[in-house]
């Protein structure tokens, strides 16, 4: 079936550091790709998708490739801010289960000043 | 605004009691989905309904119910049956029945069982 793995964390950086967050996914079909971000205590938001091979996602610095080739979705960001510190989830949109998400299991990211 | 809420916030449960899970949408979405949370561990799927008085079971749907007896409202009831239910509930709603539309969630009901 569907499954997205995505590195797991604590992922601590410095401000202004690089992010990456690894994101690989195993689907049969065209899955559209996701990035949702959780800050504590809240539901998740969209951060951004990318829904065709080759498409790239961004949104506040935040960037994202598909990949077909190597079947990923990494996460990047050119410079972190404290305000970063949250999980951030990959996901899949399953076609056998009505579109529902299929969710890696989340990295936590702390920004320290 | 549009949005989805969900309530209450935070739910306790005495063991052997079945408790409701409000979620409600007006955004106009046909696709409503309800998601359950473990601490550390990704978002995985109870049960999801496309249209209204339709609905079907994800992955982890024994010891829950739902209904979705109107559009906009999709609430999820967790039975006695339900063994370990303690955990975050988040709702999920989406625009139209395709791949690409995201979801967009509720801010979450933490249930905890006493």
């Known amino acids: 079936g569907d499954s997205v793995t995505q590195m797991e964390g604590p992922v601590t950086l410095s401000e202004e550091a690089f992010l990456t967050i690894n994101c690989t996914y195993t689907?049969?079909?065209?899955?559209?790709l996701f990035w949702y971000v959780q800050y504590p205590g809240e539901g998740l938001q969209l951060l951004l998708k990318?829904?065709?091979?080759?498409d790239k996602g961004s949104n506040k610095g935040f960037e994202a490739t598909y990949r077909k080739e190597t079947t990923s979705f990494h996460l990047e960001k050119g410079s972190v801010q404290v305000s970063d510190s949250a999980v951030y989830f990959c996901?899949?949109?399953?076609?056998?289960?009505?579109?529902?998400?299929?969710f890696g299991k989340g990295t936590s990211l702390l920004v320290t000043p | 605004d549009g949005g989805i809420t969900q309530s209450p916030k935070y739910l306790f449960r005495k063991e052997g009691q079945n408790v409701t899970l409000s979620c409600e949408q007006n955004?106009?979405?046909?696709?409503m989905y309800w998601y359950r949370q473990d601490p550390g561990q990704g978002l995985r799927l109870i049960y999801y309904?496309?249209?209204?008085?339709?609905?079907q079971k994800g992955d982890i749907a024994e010891g829950y119910s739902v209904s979705r007896e109107k559009k906009e409202s999709f609430p999820l009831t967790v039975t006695s049956a339900q063994k370990n239910p303690t955990a975050f509930y988040l709702c999920?709603?989406?625009?139209?029945?395709?791949?690409?539309?995201?979801?967009?969630f509720g801010p979450g009901t933490r249930l905890t069982v006493l």
């Open positions: 990318a829904t065709k091979a080759d």
């Open positions: 996901a899949l949109s399953a076609s056998n289960s009505g579109y529902a998400l299929n």
């Open positions: 955004l106009n979405h046909d696709a």
């Open positions: 309904s496309q249209i209204v008085n339709d609905f």
């Open positions: 999920a709603s989406r625009a139209s029945w395709d791949r690409v539309s995201e979801q967009f």
């Open positions: 689907a049969t079909g065209y899955p559209s």
